[in-house]
């Protein structure tokens, strides 16, 4: 059983830059792939991006080169670097995880799951 805490979220201007945290639980965190979703209320949960247990990233198109995952395994945590951020990035952001190689889009897949962080961007 894995434990998934996000930190970081908070209010920012447009523009500006935030960094969450996700924190698992567990001894071997290195072998989940772990995925960031956001979600805005009324709407589906969305994949930002995701990471594998070897460093392999992919973003979505309306974040990439503007946001960056990475993780260090050796502190069982992974991480979301958001910058230049727009109000359209306002919502929840969860961090998910499953044991697996293969990076994947579908909130599904993902079995577990941490509590959510807000993240709210005023213009």
């Known amino acids: 059983q894995v434990q998934l805490v996000e930190s970081g979220g908070g209010l920012v201007q447009a523009g500006g830059s935030l960094r969450l945290a996700c924190a698992a639980s567990?001894?071997?965190?290195?072998?989940?792939?772990m995925g960031w979703f956001r979600q805005v209320p009324g709407m589906e949960r969305e994949f930002v991006g995701a990471?594998?247990?070897?460093?392999?990233?992919y973003l979505t198109d309306p974040v990439k080169g503007r946001f960056t995952i990475s993780r260090d395994n050796a502190k069982n945590t992974v991480y979301l670097q958001m910058n230049n951020l727009k109000p359209e990035d306002t919502a929840v952001y969860y961090c998910?995880?499953?044991?697996?190689?293969?990076?994947?889009?579908?909130?599904?897949?993902?079995?577990?799951w941490g509590q959510g962080t807000q993240v709210t961007v005023s213009s």
């Open positions: 998910a995880g499953y044991v697996g190689f293969l990076i994947v889009v579908d909130r599904v897949q993902y079995g577990y």
């Open positions: 567990g001894r071997t965190f290195s072998s989940y792939v």
């Open positions: 990471i594998t247990g070897s460093g392999n990233t």
